[in-house]
């Protein structure tokens, strides 16, 4: 089976340009998140969607980042404009509700804002 | 509040040595799940295992195995004669029914383990 599906693996951008991250939750889960994980901040929640709609945002750093779910399959991360202090790792993940089921991630998106 | 502390921030063993993983944790909410994930340095975040509140039952799996007490508020991860392979950040993450039924983990900082030949 597929797990959770990322891209791009690894993104270097310049400081203002656009980024966005895509992901592909695994088929028949309800629930998806974007993590991010730094250094400084380990492994933080930005947003939280259920059955494509967003939940929980209180994570997301400032207007500059925002996230879509237009359907079940597929979801953004968007960093507009870009800085260098939002180079991390971008992780999706996806579980079926209710809470406690498994949240199983994807292998991420290294993003490096120069 | 909830919070994951894992207190060890690095561990170095050598090959076939045991190694204990501790994870502590707080919450005020009676039902929780609590988990442990690997992250190798290819960077992705593997699961390992979950665990429910009410269960309390010790799991082995293979070389692996925890150790739930809730009277300590401890999940440690134990592995049984380290291999290289096991190299790797692990963390401890949790999530209740107080996360507004969520399914929001929350981490620990994770613990660095490095296994040397």
């Known amino acids: 089976d597929a797990g959770v599906i990322q891209s791009p693996r690894h993104e270097v951008t310049e400081m203002g340009q656009e980024v966005t991250l895509r992901c592909k939750p695994i088929?028949?889960?309800?629930?998806l998140f974007w993590y991010r994980q730094t250094m400084m901040r380990g492994l933080e929640l930005l947003i939280y969607?259920?059955?494509?709609?967003?939940?929980?945002d209180s994570g997301m750093p400032e207007d500059r980042f925002s996230a879509k779910m237009p359907n079940a399959s597929f979801s953004t991360l968007k960093i507009q404009p870009s800085e260098p202090r939002d180079s991390a790792v971008y992780f999706c993940?996806?579980?079926?509700?209710?809470?406690?089921?498994?949240?199983?991630f994807g292998e991420g998106s290294w993003l490096t804002v120069v | 509040a909830q919070k994951v502390t894992q207190a060890q921030t690095e561990i170095s063993v050598v090959e076939k040595e045991d190694v204990t993983l501790d994870c502590v944790y707080e919450?005020?909410?009676?039902?929780?799940?609590l988990f442990w994930y690997k992250q190798p340095p290819s960077g992705e975040l593997v699961f390992l295992i979950r665990?429910?509140?009410?269960?309390?039952q010790n799991e082995i799996s293979g070389r692996y195995s925890w150790n739930f007490q809730k009277s300590t508020s401890s999940f440690n991860f134990t592995i049984t004669a380290s291999q290289v392979v096991d190299s790797a950040v692990y963390f401890c993450?949790?999530?209740?029914?107080?996360?507004?039924?969520?399914?929001?983990?929350?981490f620990g900082q994770g613990t660095t383990l490095q296994v040397k030949p």
């Open positions: 993940a996806s579980s079926l509700v209710p809470f406690g089921n498994t949240i199983y």
């Open positions: 088929s028949g889960h309800n629930s």
């Open positions: 969607f259920n059955n494509n709609v967003p939940i929980d």
């Open positions: 919450t005020r909410d009676t039902t929780y799940y």
């Open positions: 665990r429910n509140s009410f269960d309390e």
């Open positions: 993450a949790l999530t209740s029914d107080g996360s507004g039924n969520t399914g929001k983990l929350i």
